[in-house]
């Protein structure tokens, strides 16, 4: 074994500020080496989320921590299926399925989103995107720094 086990604490890592989404990188080829698995917390402020994307090369889950949305399926066939989802909810998402997910509560939604292989957590890094997610306001807070609010 060439990787040691390790420990990520979120602020040990830099906070990814978008339009769309307040989050933080905890596994992946920059935060721990990982090329095969990549961890995002993600934080939807009621009324936002990720709009439809797709991940070409990896798979997806999506494990809601807290608050309340909907997330849309698109089917091979081209149907779509919205789901409630809440706390306690996982969402598998096959590699080449079109998705989307967004807070449909009051409060923040708080989600683990876990890629395999880690590709997509570079791309939120790079450009503030998550596998199709365009953001025109993207900025990069240091570890151990609170965001502030606009």
């Not at 399926?73 to 096959?94: M, N, Q, W, Y």
């Given at each position: 074994?060439?990787?040691?086990?390790?420990?990520?604490?979120?602020?040990?890592?830099?906070?990814?500020?978008?339009?769309?989404?307040?989050?933080?990188?905890l596994?992946?080829?920059?935060?721990?080496?990982?090329?095969?698995?990549?961890?995002?917390?993600?934080?939807?402020?009621?009324g936002?989320?990720?709009?439809?994307?797709?991940?070409?090369?990896?798979?997806?889950?999506?494990?809601?921590?807290?608050?309340?949305?909907?997330?849309?399926?698109?089917?091979?066939?081209?149907?779509?299926v919205t789901?409630?989802?809440?706390?306690?909810?996982?969402?598998?998402?096959?590699?080449?399925?079109?998705?989307s997910?967004?807070n449909?509560?009051?409060?923040?939604?708080?989600?683990?989103?876990?890629?395999?292989?880690?590709?997509?957590?570079?791309?939120?890094?790079?450009?503030?995107?998550?596998?199709?997610?365009?953001?025109?306001?993207?900025?990069?807070?240091?570890?151990?720094?609170?965001?502030?609010?606009?």
């Amino acid at each position: 074994m060439s990787q040691k086990q390790k420990i990520t604490h979120p602020d040990d890592v830099e906070t990814i500020v978008t339009d769309w989404t307040t989050a933080k990188v905890l596994c992946g080829p920059d935060v721990d080496g990982s090329e095969q698995m990549g961890a995002v917390a993600l934080f939807f402020e009621p009324g936002q989320g990720h709009s439809r994307h797709i991940h070409h090369d990896a798979d997806q889950i999506i494990y809601v921590v807290s608050g309340r949305g909907e997330h849309v399926a698109e089917r091979a066939d081209g149907t779509s299926v919205t789901e409630k989802v809440a706390a306690g909810s996982l969402i598998f998402i096959p590699k080449g399925h079109y998705h989307s997910t967004f807070n449909t509560g009051w409060e923040p939604m708080r989600v683990l989103a876990v890629f395999s292989p880690a590709a997509p957590v570079q791309a939120l890094r790079a450009v503030g995107d998550s596998g199709g997610v365009g953001t025109a306001e993207m900025r990069i807070v240091p570890a151990g720094v609170t965001p502030a609010r606009k």
